[in-house]
């Protein structure tokens, strides 16, 4: 450790937006998911992925109802879906293949 000099931002998402779920990988940390919430407003969410540990991001919110965002966020154990809780009381699945 060197003393709180490892930490390296991989993604800003502040525009107004609340982080409110991530979940990596755990065949490859290189490809992390997020999801932010804009408070208010019919509280808006939106989903982002990188492939590439945070370099790029895209966002793939696509077809998801504005409401109350996620409240967790995980890949599946073979990588092919990307599954999200809404603090609504859904649950959603959105393939990554």
Known sequence: HDHDQNWKMI??????????????????????AVGTVHWGQGAPCKIFLTQNGGQDWQE??????????????AFSPDGKYLYLARSAGSVYRFPLE
Do not use: E, Y
């Open 11 to 32: 993604g800003d998402f502040q525009k107004k937006r609340a982080l409110v779920a991530i979940a990596v990988d755990p065949d490859n940390p290189q490809r992390l």
């Open 60 to 73: 793939i919110t696509g077809d998801l109802p504005d409401g109350a965002g996620a409240s967790s966020i």
